[in-house]
């Protein structure tokens, strides 16, 4: 349970002789962009989650910013969190792991949102998105990084807006910060529609961003969210979705995979044999994935939780290199399921004259993302099952070391399937 209150003076100042250093650093970028505000409304959660408590982020502050009107910005409520991040050091929820890397999962959460014609105090549902959002982080160990979406089925502030899922970018204002536990950035939430989430899935979240922020009341410069914007930003300029569709035909989707409820079955195993298609595998070694393709299936397989106990499929970013942020926690290169992705020696591939493939509808509805944004640009796509440990990767000419081939397009290894698909070619006995 959360409370409002505001912060103290001294917290907000950092006068406390022994403030916890990653929290006062975080507040001492907050102060540089509102140092008329020393005491904002905080929502806080009574309980603290390394006391029992089930909210992860100790804290959210609450400002008001009041926009600028040379870039015809308008005036918002801006939201930060404070607990994703090294807040103290002690080892109480993340392991101190020095300064060099990042602190905690190392990034915070923040979210814009329009404030009303007459509202003298921010709304509090914000705090509670960004807690869900945070757990799902804590249980699932899996990081968000700029262009991830989060498919969330449900109004944000459970009205009955149109804004029923989630973008994330880099705020605009916050800059990341070196504090003595490591590096922390600040991800924006922006609330999209579901036209605009399917338009990130079929192309990219980067891509639809960028047109949000030429469009003012979807957004604009700084990605402000309206709970009462009733079009998309195809409706409000038909032109977008020619760009949109330029994007897929260009470069394809950057969405590698999704976790589903799916599941398939081995057709060419006679009916009296019980044993389990999808239990062990016998045949040739399979010849082992490109560093590239085995890095993207790693990622996918790792994304496959469902959170918040929603019908929400998790982000998956295929194009993140390592690179681009630190690794941290159970990230993709280092994940502890690593041996169940990477073919075993003990572990055979199976060629399969035919297979079933089963999905539930909304994961049926992002196979022609897969053909025409993924196996048409030489790429695979994933499905990860989350009852279990099944998964589905379709996979085409241009993706090396598949051990599905075009003269075996059907080959399990283990409860993995493989599904060599010829982009001319159509799907068959697909149920959903």
């Known amino acids: 349970m959360d409370e409002v209150r505001p912060t103290s003076g001294a917290q907000a100042?950092?006068?406390?002789?022994?403030?916890?250093?990653?929290?006062?650093?975080?507040?001492?970028?907050?102060?540089?962009?509102?140092?008329?505000?020393?005491?904002?409304?905080?929502?806080?959660?009574?309980?603290?989650?390394?006391?029992?408590?089930?909210?992860?982020?100790?804290?959210?502050?609450?400002?008001?910013?009041?926009?600028?009107?040379?870039?015809?910005?308008?005036?918002?409520?801006?939201?930060?969190?404070?607990?994703?991040?090294?807040?103290?050091?002690?080892?109480?929820?993340?392991?101190?792991?020095?300064?060099?890397?990042?602190s905690g999962f190392g990034f915070e959460l923040t979210f814009r949102l329009k404030r009303e014609v007459g509202e003298t105090a921010p709304p509090t549902w914000p705090a509670e998105l960004m807690q869900g959002l945070a757990r799902y982080v804590f249980q699932s160990e899996n990081t968000f990084c700029s262009g991830d979406h989060v498919s969330w089925h449900n109004p944000l502030d459970n009205s009955e807006s149109r804004i029923q899922h989630m973008l994330l970018t880099e705020d605009p204002q916050m800059q990341p910060i070196q504090t003595p536990f490591g590096t922390v950035s600040f991800l924006q939430i922006v609330g999209v529609c579901t036209e605009e989430l399917q338009a990130a899935q079929q192309w990219n979240g980067q891509g639809i961003l960028e047109l949000m922020r030429g469009v003012r009341v979807?957004?604009?410069?700084?990605?402000?969210?309206?709970?009462?914007?009733?079009?998309?930003?195809?409706?409000?300029?038909?032109?977008?979705?020619?760009?949109?569709?330029?994007?897929?035909?260009?470069?394809?989707?950057?969405?590698?995979?999704?976790?589903?409820?799916?599941?398939?079955?081995?057709?060419?195993?006679?009916?009296?044999?019980?044993?389990?298609?999808?239990?062990?595998?016998?045949?040739?070694?399979?010849?082992?994935?490109?560093?590239?393709?085995?890095?993207?299936?790693?990622?996918?397989?790792?994304?496959?939780?469902?959170?918040?106990?929603?019908?929400?499929?998790?982000?998956?970013?295929?194009?993140?290199?390592?690179?681009?942020?630190?690794?941290?926690?159970?990230?993709?290169?280092?994940?502890?399921?690593?041996?169940?992705?990477?073919?075993?020696?003990?572990?055979r591939t199976r060629q399969l004259e035919s297979v079933h493939l089963k999905f539930n509808q909304e994961s049926g509805t992002l196979l022609p993302l897969c053909l025409r944004g993924r196996l048409l640009h030489g790429r695979h796509f994933t499905y990860k099952s989350i009852n279990g440990d099944t998964a589905i990767t379709f996979v085409s000419t241009g993706v090396e070391g598949a051990f599905a081939t075009e003269e075996h397009p059907y080959a399990a290894h283990g409860p993995w399937l493989q599904v060599y698909t010829h982009t001319d070619s159509h799907i068959n006995s697909v149920s959903m």
């Open 218 to 347: 979807a957004g604009g410069p700084w990605l402000i969210t309206d709970m009462r914007r009733g079009e998309t930003i195809f409706d409000i300029d038909p032109h977008l979705q020619e760009r949109v569709d330029q994007g897929i035909e260009t470069e394809g989707s950057n969405l590698s995979g999704v976790s589903a409820k799916c599941v398939w079955d081995d057709l060419s195993r006679p009916p009296e044999d019980e044993e389990d298609s999808r239990s062990i595998c016998i045949g040739s070694q399979p010849r082992r994935l490109s560093d590239k393709d085995t890095e993207q299936i790693r990622e996918t397989l790792r994304k496959g939780l469902e959170f918040n106990s929603k019908a929400a499929l998790p982000p998956i970013n295929s194009q993140r290199q390592s690179h681009e942020r630190p690794q941290s926690r159970k990230d993709s290169l280092e994940s502890e399921s690593s041996a169940a992705i990477v073919p075993h020696e003990l572990v």
């Open 13 to 102: 100042h950092g006068l406390v002789p022994l403030f916890p250093p990653g929290l006062q650093a975080i507040y001492g970028e907050c102060r540089r962009l509102y140092p008329e505000q020393a005491n904002p409304l905080q929502v806080t959660a009574i309980v603290k989650y390394w006391l029992g408590g089930p909210d992860p982020l100790d804290y959210i502050s609450m400002y008001r910013n009041m926009g600028c009107q040379a870039q015809d910005i308008q005036e918002h409520w801006h939201y930060v969190s404070f607990g994703l991040t090294d807040l103290y050091g002690d080892n109480r929820v993340h392991e101190f792991t020095g300064a060099d890397g990042p």
